[in-house]
């Protein structure tokens, strides 16, 4: 079974503040662990891979096989930055391909 | 990036009577779509996976004769809620992945939101 862990409903930071949003996995197999955003009154949207290891709007995320995490990390957090943000596990099954969400950490970045 | 949109964005029925919600890729074909239920304050839950020209495959604990899903063409998925009830009240996405050009990233709709009164 693949299960996706995300610690905290809520987080609020001050904008310029360090922002850490945190991941942890349970897969046997090979991960595809992806981070999603959802904007308020937007649609759900990828934001960044690990596969690619790209920095994407200043947010950046490393895959730690050792911990099984997936934490998105951005060093200066912008208002902007406020979301819904959800980390995802998909499962490399081809044609059983299944992505599952973690629960989802509301962010909210304060002037 | 491929577009996924859905429709009706809103609807609300009455209890006891079905409902469809359609899912179209605009500017790609997918054999495969996936139908999530968003719960408030919750995560996205798949409640199935819609495969073009086979019986669609269901997550444990949804009932496939409740939410009854279609992918006729490689477009277009359906999802009908029959005998719709309060309960059924839900936020339902659909998404698919546009595999000859990217790996693994998912295209969401807009959502729809369904309120049974």
């Known amino acids: 079974a693949q299960r996706v862990t995300q610690p905290e409903k809520l987080l609020s930071v001050f904008k310029g503040a360090p922002v850490e949003l945190k991941c942890n996995y349970s897969y046997s197999g090979s991960p595809e662990l992806f981070w999603y955003v959802q904007y308020s009154r937007q649609r759900l949207q990828l934001l960044l891979r690990h596969i690619s290891r790209e920095s994407i709007k200043g947010f950046t995320a490393d895959l730690n096989k050792g911990e099984t995490s997936f934490h998105l990390k951005k060093p200066f957090a912008q208002e902007e930055d406020s979301a819904m943000y959800y980390c995802?596990?998909?499962?490399?099954?081809?044609?059983?391909?299944?992505?599952?969400f973690g629960k989802g950490t509301l962010l909210t970045v304060n002037p | 990036g491929a577009v996924v949109s859905q429709h009706p964005s809103r609807v609300i029925c009455k209890s006891g009577t079905s409902v469809k919600i359609e899912c179209r890729s605009l500017d790609f074909q997918a054999t495969t779509m996936f139908w999530y239920r968003q719960f408030p304050k919750k995560s996205l839950m798949l409640m199935a996976t819609?495969?073009?020209?086979?019986?669609?495959?269901?997550e444990q604990g949804v009932e496939k004769d409740k939410f009854l899903i279609n992918h006729a063409s490689l477009t277009l998925s359906t999802l009908t809620v029959t005998s719709a009830h309060p309960e059924d009240s839900s936020f339902y996405i659909c998404s698919a992945r546009d595999l000859p050009r990217n790996t693994g990233e998912l295209f969401f709709g807009e959502g729809s939101r369904l309120t049974v009164l």
């Open positions: 819609s495969n073009e020209g086979s019986k669609a495959t269901y």
């Open positions: 995802a596990l998909g499962n490399s099954g081809g044609s059983n391909y299944k992505l599952t």
